[in-house]
T-cell receptor, first 114, second 110 residues
Framework: GPKVLQIPSHQIIDMGQMVTLNCDPVSNHLYFYWYKQILGQQMEFLVNFYNGKVMEKSKLFKDQFSVERPDGSYFTLKIQPTALEDSAVYFC????????????FGEGTRLSVL | QQKVQQSPESLSVPEGGMASLNCTSSDRNFQYFWWYRQHSGEGPKALMSIFSDGDKKEGRFTAHLNKASLHVSLHIRDSQPSDSALYFCAADYYAQGLTFGLGTRVSVFP
């Protein structure tokens, strides 16, 4: 079936560096999301994205965060600069429409900020 | 306060038994509830959605929604070891992205 692919699966960086997390969503999906999960606990909404624009973002989506999907390629989450509290697993999800279609999640990128 | 509250935090069920999970929204303005399941080291996978009052059954899983009380439940019949996972209730509050509860960790023991 369709899959959301996330690259890389694990990223280790030093605090203060920039990191870009990549997501390859399902090809005909229109809505894209990033979620953050710490220690296998709550999934926390960061941002959703449609038609080249951020639609909604949470308080967790700090000024250091940005998202884009240039020319229909990867949907990316960039963090610049990173902080220790950014260590988490970041999940990308995509859906075809907002109503009654479950966002399909990738396997996550584990980000470790040292 | 969590907008979506789940209980219990964890649950142990004998193989073949019934697991019952609960979820309550503090916001009446939802479209749908989703139940997701997440196995360790994987992304969450959608089990089912519900938006009408009453029961919805899919295989061994039955969801129940009571809009008046903003309560939704998930019942897993004939629990299997493969059902051991973290279960999330998620509410769709009109194009704001899904809001997840804290999850219920289910362990099925032989």
């Amino acid at each position: 079936g369709p899959k959301v692919l996330q690259i890389p699966s694990h990223q280790i960086i030093d605090m203060g560096q920039m990191v870009t997390l990549n997501c390859d969503p399902v090809s005909n999906h229109l809505y894209f999301y990033w979620y953050k999960q710490i220690l296998g606990q709550q999934m926390e909404f960061l941002v959703n994205f449609y038609n080249g624009k951020v639609m909604e973002k949470s308080k967790l989506f700090k000024d250091q965060f940005s998202v884009e999907r240039p020319d229909g390629s990867y949907f990316t989450l960039k963090i610049q600069p990173t902080a220790l509290e950014d260590s988490a697993v970041y999940f990308c999800a995509s859906s075809g429409t907002v109503n009654n279609q479950a966002p399909l999640f990738g396997e996550g990128t584990r980000l470790s900020v040292l | 306060q969590q907008k979506v509250q789940q209980s219990p935090e964890s649950l142990s069920v004998p193989e073949g038994g019934m697991a019952s999970l609960n979820c309550t929204s503090s916001d009446r303005n939802f479209q749908y509830f989703w139940w997701y399941r997440q196995h360790s080291g994987e992304g969450p996978k959608a089990l089912m959605s519900i938006f009408s009052d009453g029961d919805k059954k899919e295989g061994r899983f039955t969801a129940h929604l009571n809009k008046a009380s903003l309560h939704v439940s998930l019942h897993i019949r004939d629990s299997q070891p493969s059902d051991s996972a973290l279960y999330f209730c998620a509410a769709d509050y009109y194009a704001q992205g899904l809001t997840f509860g804290l999850g219920t960790r289910v362990s099925v023991f032989p």
